[in-house]
Every structure is written in structure tokens, then in C-alpha cells.
């Protein structure tokens, strides 16, 4: 094909990519803000990392760059305050660049109160890493809890007395999950995984349910 043929079907076919992202974006942002409103939630299009706490202390918030919070939703039910967003950042540079973007849940209450602890799905450079001292808190009681993920921490006795067979069976029946805690702050999310609109509130019920649980404990702590 003639080469003057091909660059503006090249130019055409880039200007069709960038506006169906484009209208995918609007039509995510109003979903969501309708959902906001039915759910008793406020809606922010864009937020700072200033509006959630104190959740830049967590792992999440400390790598890449080009950091985005898009799609707020908040609420203050009784007795803990909820996030839920999309958090994205940048990782690379140039043509090794690459955007994650992943929804979060984020919960703050009094009744948490936590020892700092990382808890992800484990993958086979995690299994070399333990090889040269890579930390993994394991029980032995529940292997496939300790195949399945990576749970790490400075507290060691505090986290291994926090995760209890009630919570621990709760993520053997999940997939993919990471959960990051610390003092009142409690984060979920998938990595480089957004949640659809029309399944929010059933992924909030059930990380509410999960934040519930780690309550629950930090009554015995």
C-alpha cells in the first residue's frame, strides 16, 4: 500500500483509539457519579492525595509517578469513613512506560487499630526473593492461605496473632486481592483492576465486610 495512503489511515485509526478511550472515561464518570448519588456517597471527578487521609504512608501510594486520583466517592457511615477511587500512576519512562490504574477501597475508623502489614498474592519472583531473605509470614495450619499470598510486616507476633481463621479463610475464597493496613487505615484493591459501576456496591459490601472483620480482631488486640 501506497505509503501517502497509509499514514492518514494510521492517523485515523489513532484519532478512533483515543476517542473511544475518551468517551469510555465520560461514560465511566457519569456511571459512577449516578451511583453516587443512589449509594449516598459524594462524587468528586479529581481529588488530590490530601483528600484520603493519610494513605500515602502505604506501598501503593509510594511507587511510579504521574500519581492520579480520579472518581471519589465518599461517605461517612457511623463510625468509619470510606474512600472508594480510581488510583492511578506511571511506572518506566519513554516506551517502557506503563500505567496502572486500579479501583481502591479505603476505610478509616477508630475501631481499627492495626499493625503495619502488606498482604498480596504471592508469584514466583516473591518464592526466589525468600531465597536471599525476602520476609513471608506463613502458618503453617493453612497452606494454601501461605502458597496462595505474601504477607509481610515488621510486627511479626502482632500480625500473625490479627489474622485469625476467620479472616484467613475469608482470602482463601478470594482471588487477587491486595490489602494494605495501618493503625486506622485499611486499603483493598486489584492490581491494575477497575471496578465496573454496576459492580461497586457489591464489591463494597464485600470489603466492608472484610474491614468489619479486621474490627472484630482489633477488639483481642
Known amino acids: 500500500m501506497d505509503l501517502m495512503i497509509l499514514i492518514p489511515v494510521g492517523l485515523a485509526f489513532i484519532a478512533l483509539v483515543v476517542y473511544l478511550i475518551i468517551r469510555g472515561e465520560k461514560k465511566r464518570r457519569e456511571a459512577l457519579r449516578e451511583k453516587a448519588q443512589t449509594l449516598g456517597f459524594t462524587y468528586t471527578q479529581k481529588a488530590g492525595l490530601n483528600e484520603i487521609g493519610k494513605a500515602e504512608e502505604f506501598h501503593l501510594f509510594n511507587i511510579g509517578q504521574r500519581k492520579r486520583i480520579r472518581n471519589l466517592l465518599e461517605r461517612d457511615d457511623t463510625g468509619m469513613q470510606t474512600w472508594l477511587y480510581d488510583y492511578q500512576y ?71 496473632k490479627l489474622f485469625n481463621q476467620e479472616l484467613i479463610a475469608w482470602f482463601e475464597a478470594e482471588k487477587a486481592l491486595i490489602v494494605e493496613g495501618k493503625g486506622p487505615l485499611l486499603i483493598c484493591y486489584r492490581s491494575s483492576k477497575r471496578v465496573r459501576p454496576d459492580d461497586l456496591w457489591t464489591m463494597y459490601e464485600s470489603m466492608q465486610a472484610l474491614c468489619k472483620m479486621f474490627m472484630r480482631r482489633c477488639e483481642y488486640m
Open 90 to 160: 506511571t511506572t518506566g519512562g519513554g516506551q517502557h512506560s506503563h500505567t496502572h490504574v486500579q479501583t481502591v477501597f479505603q476505610f478509616e475508623s477508630a475501631h481499627l487499630k492495626l499493625p503495619a502489614f502488606i498482604l498480596r498474592p504471592e508469584n514466583v519472583f516473591h518464592k526466589i526473593g525468600q531465597s536471599f531473605g525476602y520476609k513471608d509470614i506463613d502458618f503453617e495450619p493453612f497452606p494454601e492461605f501461605s502458597r496462595r499470598y505474601l504477607l509481610r510486616g515488621e510486627d511479626e507476633a502482632a500480625i500473625r
